[in-house]
């Protein structure tokens, strides 16, 4: 399998990722310290800017993200929408996606502020099923500042396959600054396919 041999020879060559080690994929992901301040209504959820007919969408919060540095710091933010931003360093924040097997990724985009000087990176990382390091399947970088909410899509190895039996998925941020200006509301990931669902193949 040509992909198969892709991701073995770029798990420890993303840029950015290569000094993150990640869990086997049958473990859970960390649960937070805290509990997260609820949305203060259902409409001050960020909306996506449009779907794909017949695409199936998984949607995830800011709140979903940790960093994988165990030093690193982040807080809730809770003004308009809730997101998390990091308060102590610009390290990798990820969250543990899930997929069924043979489904077709086919988009992915993240729901951000970035009003401060810095370039944020975002991936759709691919990792050994067993863990260790991990490679960029897809990734976006975004240095424009602008107050309010961008929408940043992925681009990269998509489509991809999904193949659980050799690898993991993550989604992953790095901010490029800190604070309150620095924030990721969430993320939304579209396939197609997958066994359990209609057209598989």
Do not use: M
């Not at 975002?122 to 050994?128: D, E, N, V």
């Amino acid at each position: 399998n040509s992909r198969r041999g892709w991701l073995k020879s770029t798990l420890t060559a993303g840029a950015g990722l290569a000094a993150f080690s990640f869990p086997a994929t049958s473990e859970a992901q960390t649960t937070p310290s805290s509990v997260p301040p609820p949305l203060a209504h259902a409409s001050q959820t960020p909306k996506p800017d449009s779907v794909t007919p017949g695409t199936t969408y998984i949607s995830f919060s800011g709140l979903d993200f940790r960093p994988a540095a165990s030093a690193a710091t982040f807080d809730w933010a809770s003004t308009n929408y809730c997101g998390i931003y990091p308060l102590s360093s610009a390290t990798l924040y990820t969250t543990k996606l899930f997929l069924p097997e043979r489904a077709k990724i086919t988009e992915l985009e993240f729901y951000v502020k970035h009003n401060i000087a810095g370039t944020d990176v975002y991936y759709l990382i691919g990792t050994s099923a067993t863990g260790g390091s991990g490679g960029a399947i897809a990734s976006a970088t975004l240095s424009t500042v602008n107050s309010g909410i961008q929408t940043v899509p992925l681009s990269g190895s998509l489509p991809w396959i999904v193949d659980n039996s050799s690898t993991g998925f993550y989604l992953g941020w790095i901010p490029g600054n800190t604070g309150l200006n620095e924030i990721l509301y969430g993320a939304r990931i579209g396939y197609t396919g997958g066994i359990g669902r209609f057209q598989a193949n």
